[in-house]
């Protein structure tokens, strides 16, 4: 057999061709982003970037469905151009999964090439505005004439492209706010991430309580002279409760007692205490060859010294427990008069007209006194498209499964 | 609690080895195939024993920590393997997996990790189980999918042909891809709710895109025709990039931010 090898831009063009395209786009893209300094890509915000979509949209569909049997339209929504736009995506993934992003670096060549911040500067969109054309094409071949068997691809290919340009086209709309608010006092000053300037919220956020719930403490051994905490034989996580047993090399630890909440008392037997003021105390045994001794030990809190047990020159430790849950009880309320009271916990946001209320943290350092909240307050009036998308996405996904099984019966 | 992975962990390496042991044999002793069967079997089943019994342990799924999901690979890839050669009787696939998952009680054995009960608030979601677990399934079958790739090139290295072998590891991939799907669109709904964004370039996000558009492309070459026995090349490649997206992504320079980070202390 004789292999004849194409020319560079015989018709019709496949991958070669594609390779170059998407080569000068990602070149193009980099100059673009190197001659603005690395500034990245300024969205027009709604209702202009909706119609920038939608004009793009009909755009596509109009091409696609009106010179669909001209050779370069065929070659711009064909396989060959999709797969090398979606090498270019990776590489640039790639860079952005690799690199840290969101550092700001000097004005140094990475930083005007904007590596730093690849998702939002020019290559990126100019590779994902392409891959949303050729996509569009193709899809455009399948919508029209409608055929029944062309479900599934419609399906996954339209709810791929409407998560993509939706998420993309949109990002302009997303508002992320973090609001801070004190116990007994109310907050309606939003504050972005990357800067310190306020932003005035249409509501504001009453915190009428915080609370945290701490996982049980845990027993760990200290060595000063090395600042180290060393974990038991088993290397596993203590959890102090009645009969916790431990050991390190020759020293056995064994829990008497446990008490979650209590506070020092007469001849350093610590009293019940409730549980916003109390802290928790353990009572161990500890043996060490052939001594053996008891003692108190408690994990301290802002305003009580932790109490431990020397041992020679280490000491037994019992830190607090990590966090298991923390909830704001707050009240949001705008000045239309709508109020809602509600429980903010992390994993359960709270909506409120058209925004998301998320418990976000605390002070860290005042662990479970903090009287601080953290909120972050979420607006994005284009998640309903983009969840569209996805459930499009899987619901192809259940038919290419479903298809896929199918035709392989037949085959085998 | 370490001594009790070990005993479970050489159990299931000693059934699955003389498994394979039985298996090769029968090839001259067919009487032998059954016991080879149940014991390979056997090996998994008490994995998944093991796995229920720490899950009641901990009081909530060991699906935490990078040996904890160790564990749900070494149970379930070998399962794979057995379902392989039940629907296309290709016997050979179940040897490469049992050896996989041995190898992945050894690193479990020699990194004892820290047992841990805690879960922090962010992971105490709904959404947790089903995303992991779509994951996993989709890890296991596109590690089957490599692995069969990679048999299929050595077969070509020594000129066979073999079309049956190019199936499977093409429908594993798609399989594959489908759970990754998941896996994807479950994780971004899960961080809406817990983090307040579908998508915010996380490193293991950014590592999961990745290797969905990895498995896209290979869809999409499939599809256009490209030659099957180049394209296994490409399927025994992939999956490195869902090495890297598994566990890689802790060591590289992008993790200091990510959410994903599996506790290491």
Not at chain 1, 13 to 21: C, G, M, N, P
Not at chain 1, 73 to 91: A, D, M, N
Not at chain 1, 288 to 311: C, M
Not at chain 1, 356 to 365: P, T
Request: aromatic residues 14%; proline residues 6%; glycine residues 8%.
């Amino acid at each position: 057999m004789v292999v004849v090898r194409r020319r560079w831009f015989q018709t019709p063009w496949e991958f070669r061709e594609s390779a170059l395209f998407t080569a000068v786009a990602l070149f193009f893209g980099f100059v673009i982003e190197y001659a603005t300094s690395g500034g990245g890509i300024a969205l027009p915000r709604l209702p202009f970037n909706a119609i920038a979509l939608s004009v793009f949209a009909i755009l596509v569909l109009s091409i696609g469905l009106g010179f669909r049997n001209t050779p370069a339209v065929k070659w711009f929504g064909g396989i060959p151009l999709g797969l090398c736009l979606i090498v270019g995506i990776s590489l640039l993934s790639l860079i952005g999964g690799i690199l840290p992003q969101g550092t700001v670096v000097s004005a140094s060549l990475p930083a005007r090439l904007g590596i730093h911040k690849i998702f939002s500067g020019w290559p990126f969109a100019l590779v994902v505005l392409l891959f949303l054309a050729n996509l569009g094409l193709s899809l455009s071949w399948r919508l029209v004439p409608f055929k029944v068997q062309n479900v599934q691809f419609i399906l996954f290919h339209a709810g791929f492209w409407i998560a993509l340009s939706c998420a993309v086209f949109g990002s302009s709309d997303l508002q992320r706010l973090i609001v801070p608010v004190e116990e007994g006092k109310s907050g309606s000053l939003g504050y972005p991430m990357e800067s310190d300037t306020p932003l005035q919220l249409p509501f504001s956020v009453f915190l009428h309580d915080f609370s945290l719930e701490e996982y049980p403490p845990q027993l760990l051994l200290y060595d000063p002279h090395s600042d180290k905490l060393m974990m038991n034989k088993s290397k596993a996580t203590l959890e102090v409760r009645k009969g916790t047993t431990a050991s390190w090399n020759g020293i056995e630890v064994l829990v008497l007692d446990y008490m979650p909440s209590a506070l020092p008392g007469e001849g350093g037997i610590p009293q019940p205490a409730d549980r916003s003021a109390g802290i928790p105390f353990a009572k161990v045994r500890i043996i060490t060859g052939t001594t053996q001794r008891e003692a108190w030990i408690s994990t301290g809190s802002p305003t009580l010294r932790p109490d431990a047990a020397q041992l020679e020159n280490l000491y037994l430790i019992m830190v607090p427990g990590t966090p298991k849950s923390f909830r704001s009880a707050v009240t949001v309320q705008d000045n239309q008069g709508n109020a809602v009271m509600a429980n903010l916990e992390v994993n359960k946001p709270v909506n409120f007209n058209d925004w998301k209320l998320y418990q976000m943290g605390y002070d860290e350092k005042a662990g479970r006194w903090s009287k601080l909240s953290l909120i972050e307050v979420i607006r994005d009036p284009w998640l309903p498209a983009v969840y569209l998308g996805f459930f499009m996405i899987m619901a192809g996904n259940i038919l290419f499964f479903w298809t896929g099984i199918k035709r392989k019966e037949v085959a085998s | 609690m370490s001594i009790d992975f070990n005993t479970a962990a050489i159990v299931a390496i000693a059934c699955w080895a003389t498994g394979t042991l039985l298996g090769l044999l029968s090839v001259r002793t067919p009487a032998l195939k059954l016991p080879g069967m149940v014991l390979s079997l056997a090996g998994s089943v008490v994995m998944i024993g093991f796995i229920a019994y720490y899950w009641a342990l901990l009081d909530r799924p060991p699906l935490r920590t990078l040996g904890e999901t160790r564990l749900w690979y070494a149970a379930l890839i070998p399962l794979v393997g057995f379902l392989v050669e039940y629907r296309w009787k290709i016997g050979w696939l179940k040897y490469y997996c049992m050896a996989l998952a041995g190898f992945f009680l050894c690193i479990n054995m020699l990194h004892p990790e820290v047992f841990d009960k805690t879960l922090m608030p962010a992971l105490q979601s709904p959404w947790f189980i089903p995303h992991v677990v779509v994951y996993l399934v989709g890890y296991v079958l596109l590690a089957a999918s490599s692995v069969t790739a990679l048999h299929n090139v050595y077969l070509q290295l020594r000129s066979k042909g073999n079309v049956t072998g190019e199936s499977v590891s093409h429908y594993l991939a798609l399989l594959g891809f489908v759970l990754l799907s998941f896996g994807l669109i479950f994780g971004a709904l899960w961080a809406k709710e817990a983090w307040g964004h579908y998508w915010t370039w996380d490193p293991k996000e950014t590592w999961a895109f990745l290797s969905w558009l990895a498995y896209l492309g290979y869809l999409h070459a499939y599809r256009y025709k490209i030659e099957q026995s180049k394209l296994q090349w490409y399927l025994a490649l992939a999956f490195l990039v869902l090495l890297v997206c598994w566990f890689g992504v802790n060591y590289l320079p992008s993790a200091q931010n990510s959410v994903h980070t599996y506790t290491q202390s």
